[in-house]
């Protein structure tokens, strides 16, 4: 589904235009998304200043991943947004867009 393969139960694919990852679950695994490119695993908005370099972390914690803004600007998930701060939002299993809202049209 959405290009991704098939993959062991607990696999997160994380995509970005030009950037992605897969990895296994394993409790304690993080991984960063954000404008700066040498310093996270997926990189959005690589050129979008409103985009924090370090702008969300997905952790994997007691079995299950969880999404966490860490930038300026919040995270759009489908049941609302998160603001930075904010206590991280499990992820339920299959599909879930995440938006990082950049500047202008992004």
């Not at 803004?69 to 930075?84: F, K, S, V, Y």
């Not at 879930?96 to 809202?101: D, E, G, I, R, S």
């Amino acid at each position: 589904m959405y290009g991704v393969a098939p993959a062991v139960p607990g696999t997160l694919v994380a995509q970005a235009i030009g950037s992605s990852i897969t990895v296994g679950p394993r409790d304690g695994r993080v991984v960063f998304f954000g404008r700066q490119a040498d310093e996270v695993h997926v990189c959005v908005g690589g050129d979008d200043q409103w985009v924090s370099k370090k702008h969300g972390r997905l952790e994997h914690i007691c079995g299950r991943w969880t999404v966490r803004a860490t930038g300026r600007r919040p995270l759009r998930l489908p049941t609302g947004e998160l603001a930075a701060g904010a206590d991280p939002v499990p992820l339920a299993e299959g599909y879930t867009p995440v938006f990082v809202l950049g500047g202008g049209n992004r």
